[in-house]
């Protein structure tokens, strides 16, 4: 059905990626791409102080290890780690890879999501191709 599919991943507790992943395997046209992308989120400077030194050096390579294991299970997986704000980032990057579809994993909306917003409401809102919700 689709020749690129982009599937953001959180590692957040709320966030289950392999609800997504299996909906991606299902889109994919044989012989199809799955991109899997991580955004980190940028650190307070304040809060930096408190990390031991190291923490994001380590901290990213295991997120770009686990990404990658995670991408080996895919048919044409591939990973992708960058920085930035998750929901700007995913949008930025879809618009420079031109996926035709985002899988995206979305906890239950609360009460909080009314005011700040989510990352994937975001992503559903702005992007210019196919955006699957998975809950």
């Not at 930025?92 to 994937?120: F, K, N, Y």
Request: hydrophobic share 45%; glycine share 8%; charged share 20%.
């Amino acid at each position: 059905m689709y020749k690129h599919i982009l599937v953001p991943v959180s590692f957040d507790r709320e966030r289950d990626a392999a609800g997504a992943l299996d909906v991606a395997r299902l889109l994919a046209d044989e012989g199809g791409k799955i991109s899997l992308l991580h955004v980190i989120e940028q650190i307070p400077g304040y809060a930096i102080s408190y990390l031991p030194q190291g923490f994001l050096k380590e901290a990213r390579k295991a997120i770009e290890a686990e990404l990658a294991d995670l991408a080996a299970t895919l048919p044409n997986g591939a990973s992708y780690v960058v920085d930035g704000h998750s929901g700007r980032t995913i949008l930025d990057w879809a618009e420079a890879h031109e996926p035709d579809c985002i899988v995206i994993a979305s906890h239950r909306p609360g009460m909080q999501d009314l005011l700040l917003g989510s990352t994937a409401a975001k992503v559903v809102r702005h992007a210019t191709c196919a955006v699957h919700v998975v809950r």
